[in-house]
Nanobody, 124 residues
């Protein structure tokens, strides 16, 4: 089993900042691309940003220049620094990861998993 645990969400005023963290744990051999997604009420979940194990990043247009994704491979953790937050950024933010893990029988396998989500609310 591999689990992702997010933290760092909360309530912030427009123009403020928050930093989300997502730590992976379990029988991990290697974690590949990690990403942050978000889902606002009544809207489909959308990709916000991704980062490869080597550090290559990708962002949706609406967050470019405001959000920064980073990771610490030694800690199996990915971060999302969010600056100049806008009310439109209000959503539940989910962490996602592709990984290679080892089963109880010792077999290696590829899979993908999600965190439980953390609420980000941007409001005056």
């Amino acid at each position: 089993q591999v689990q992702l645990v997010e933290s760092g969400g909360g309530l912030v005023q427009p123009g403020g900042s928050l930093r989300l963290s997502c730590a992976a744990s379990g029988s991990i051999i290697s974690i590949g691309t990690m990403g942050w997604y978000r889902q606002a009420p009544g809207i489909q979940r959308e990709l916000v940003a991704t980062i490869t194990r080597g550090g290559s990043t990708n962002y949706i247009d609406s967050v470019k220049g405001r959000f920064t994704i980073s990771r610490d491979n030694a800690k199996d953790t990915v971060y999302l620094q969010m600056n100049t937050l806008e009310p439109e950024d209000t959503a539940v933010y989910y962490c996602n990861a592709n990984f290679i893990a080892r089963s109880a029988t010792g077999r290696y396998f590829n899979n993908n998993t999600w965190g439980q989500g953390t609420q980000v609310t941007v409001s005056a």
